[in-house]
């Protein structure tokens, strides 16, 4: 049995860890609010991987996962939509990509199945798709690069927005967070606005909730979480890189552009360099049109992440990962994730508490 004075300390430590836990409610109350969660945590959307196992993991743990709709098919999104309810009666968002053919159409099934956000991705978002989702009762989130585009999307009615780091992974901006919060967090609080890139930390969460975040979006953590769908090859590659490891696709000649996506440094990435430099050279020796030299290069990553999430092959496949891979030491389970970045985030609280002078 513990002493009485044991168990006054027992006593006092919960006191400290309700407060601590109060004050972390205190600060992203305007995320949960708008997510309806407890947690104002979001799954980046990340395609072949945000899908209903993943998506209702993170929901059904009081975070807000994301269906990555990516190039589904509107009945496969339906399909995908029904299934992710079945899994969780708890709120969750669906990721679309604004330059999708049949965007319409896709918003349509999101209304239909009452989706409560939706977030439009891959570009400036059209004016009717945010109109017509708004109308249908849907909230909105878009990605703001830049203060002036955020600036710019808040007049054009969406209800929130995420601006993310070129720490993070997949397609990137050339900005880090660090600079970007500078940027946008004094200047845009008509909505609220959440965080991402190279985030895997409670403290670090907290530092940006601070600074007048709502809240922050996670990817490569829940990548290779326990319930990710993700091969093992892919997992364990999680495991073995530092963060030095995610780098971003190289462009060797400015006349033929490359997306930039980080992921992390593999055989392909090599032989991407050396197609590149193959492809440039046949257009200097009139064996290509630039036109047909600039598909060649975008068609070498054609299924490349597919062949990387399902089918294991991490060495040729693109293994897109964020910056913040250095700090997923193992495959945990969704919850554990949370139940650590909200373990960290309160840890610092209280560190703080008691470093102020008595």
């Known amino acids: 049995m513990l002493s009485e004075t044991e168990h006054q300390g027992v006593q006092v430590s919960a006191a400290l860890r309700g407060e601590a836990r109060a004050e972390l409610n205190r600060l992203w109350a305007r995320g ?5 969660t407890e947690v104002a945590v979001l799954g980046g959307a990340m395609s ?16 807000f996962g994301v269906i990555a709709c990516g190039a589904m098919e509107p009945a496969r999104l339906d399909e995908e939509i029904r299934a992710t309810r079945a899994l969780t009666d708890r709120p969750f968002g669906v990721n679309l990509i604004t330059m999708h053919p049949q965007l319409d159409e ?18 400036i978002p059209p004016s009717t798709a945010i109109r017509a989702l708004k109308d249908g009762g849907a909230r909105v989130i878009a990605f703001a690069p830049a203060l002036v585009l955020a600036k710019r999307l808040v007049k054009m009615g969406v209800d929130a927005l995420v601006i993310e780091g070129a720490e993070a992974g997949g ?30 930390r409670g403290d670090a969460i907290l530092s940006c909730l601070e600074q007048g975040a709502a809240g922050a979006q996670l990817g490569t953590r829940f990548a290779a979480a326990a319930e990710s769908i993700a091969h093992e090859n ?38 991407f360099v050396a197609h590149q430099a193959e492809v440039i050279r046949r257009f200097h020796a009139g064996e290509l049109t630039k036109e047909a030299a600039q598909l060649d290069i975008e ?36 919850q554990q994730i949370i139940d650590d970045l909200l373990e960290q985030a309160e840890q610092a609280i209280l560190r703080r508490k008691d470093a102020r002078p008595s």
Do not use: Y
């Open 106 to 123: 896709l918003v349509q099934v999101c209304l239909r199945h009452k989706v409560g956000h939706v977030v439009l991705a891959g570009g």
């Open 234 to 271: 892919f997992k364990k590659a999680f495991v073995r890189a530092a963060a030095r490891d995610a780098v971003t696709s190289p462009q060797l000649d400015p006349r033929f552009p490359v997306i930039p996506v980080r992921a992390l440094e593999n055989e392909g990435s090599h032989r």
């Open 299 to 334: 068609h070498f990553w054609a299924g490349a992440l597919r062949r990387a999430v399902i089918d294991g092959d991490v060495e040729n496949g693109s293994v897109m990962a964020g910056q913040s891979v250095g700090m997923v030491r193992a495959v945990e389970p969704v």
């Open 48 to 63: 072949w991987v945000s899908e209903r196992t993943l998506v209702s993991a993170i929901s059904n743990a009081g975070a």
């Open 171 to 200: 397609h990137i901006g050339p900005v880090s967070l660090t600079v970007l919060m500078q940027e946008i967090l004094p200047h845009v609080t008509a909505v609220p606005v959440f965080v991402a890139g190279g985030l895997s």
């Open 32 to 36: 949960t609010e708008f997510l309806g």
